[in-house]
DNA sequence: GAGTGGTCTAGACCACAGC
DNA sequence: CTGTGGTCTAGACCACTCG
């Protein structure tokens, strides 16, 4: 059974969507919906706080609650997940995603990934570098470091499909990310893995990804191709 | 008065920082923490949702309050407001930043930016082009298309100093964004400005910024040089 | 079972906006 | 002044984790 403000979050939800709710005009005030949901005035305002940090509505003090006017326009990006993870998420719905192993090694980090992952110069690391194809066409290449400790017994199988399907069997769970983006111009590896010349362009992604509890689980450069689409932020207060 | 809430979640807050709550064993229970400042432990939930929104402690049922491993180096990048803007912001720390209005037209919206700004065929719309420069070197070429109805009476000056400024001042929120990034060649105009080769690559940015309500007040395209640094984004659950 | 956070109630008073 | 959301109380029971 679910908390019985996620139910009634749901249920506001669907009214926005299906338009019950006009965009025009405030939502009833929190004692209508408490007296027609049969609940306490602090329920529905923990309904109504889910609803505003999904970016759906907004509250005014002294004037009522509404609808925000883009949710629709945000809510076809800002899917849960959609840019979690390694951003191949983002292009699944594209067509087929596969992954290629270039290298697979285990070495110790350097100073950059030690601090970038609070790791001792002592705690070996996996480095590998991916190719990452849509149908079949080159899309990204990937060079990631890993801490060996968080995630025993990763192998190349891994690689090839998902290594946070891997790390979502060991109870590790995904809290968020910092990243860093640029364009760069291409290196050696880049241009023979994307096959790109010279003078084509490379988006490049530095990463560091952590758990809930905020352990850096990997260290990342993700280098995109400057044609197959972009890096989408979505930003809220 | 600041709430009880607030006022509780900064005094956590500078307990965690100044490590009174090693960051190694949970926080003190909610019972004892109601306890300790005289209020009820609802109120003491609201100062832990506080922190925890802020990205500073997380929550396990069945074992309690614990402070996340890498807050302190989040909180070096996840400055309120540093990249709300036109991304300037960053930079200013590292010098000064001016700018240079290469256009300033007033104009009707095309389909794309009719779609992005919510608006009509027939709602007027500024059109300008901006060049950035950071201590008096090429650094960005923004291209802003904003609604006029929105934001009446701007004019060359506040171009040249700042746009957001001045829609602050007609009272004016700003919400948040949603931007697509890419990595470009570079075209005519960016070549002559941001005084880059044709094989330099550009970061471009796509980006609405919306107002509190969802109301889009700019669509714009900003070209960078691929040099000055990239864009942070950070991303927690 | 004991201890923790998660949810919920039925009220109360305060702060702000609009008439 | 009225109506709205914002905060707060003093309890209650539930869900989860661990010894």
């Known amino acids: 059974m679910a908390a019985k403000y996620l139910t009634i979050a749901r249920e506001i939800k669907k009214r926005i969507i299906s ?14 919906l408490a007296a027609e949901f049969q609940t306490s005035r602090m329920t529905i305002q923990q309904a109504i706080r889910q609803l505003i940090v999904e970016g759906l509505i907004y509250t005014r003090q002294g004037q009522g609650t509404f609808v925000r006017k883009n949710f629709l326009q945000l809510s076809q990006w800002d899917l849960p997940g959609s840019d979690y993870f390694g951003a191949t998420k983002t292009w699944e719905h594209l067509g087929t995603v596969s ?33 990452r194809l849509l149908n079949g066409e080159p899309m990204s290449l990937d060079a990631t470091v890993m801490p060996v400790n968080l995630v025993p017994g990763l192998n190349k199988g891994h690689l090839e499909s998902s290594v946070f399907q891997y790390v ?17 111009k291409p290196g050696e590896l880049e241009q023979q893995h994307l096959i790109c010349e010279a003078g084509d362009p490379v988006l490049e992604v530095e990463q560091v990804i952590y758990l809930e509890d905020g352990t850096p689980l990997e260290y990342a450069h993700c280098h995109y191709r400057y044609d197959h689409g972009g890096i989408v932020i979505v930003n809220n207060g």
Chains 1, 2 share one sequence.
């Open 19 to 32: 338009q019950r709710y006009p965009a025009s005009s405030p939502l009833p005030d929190q004692f209508a």
């Open 99 to 131: 992954s290629q192993v270039v290298r697979f090694d285990l070495r110790f980090p350097n100073e950059k990934e030690q601090s970038s992952l609070l790791i001792n110069a002592d705690a070996p690391v996996y480095d590998f570098v991916r190719l």
């Open 168 to 184: 979502e069997t060991l109870g590790l769970k995904i809290m968020g990310s910092y990243r860093v983006v640029r364009a760069i």
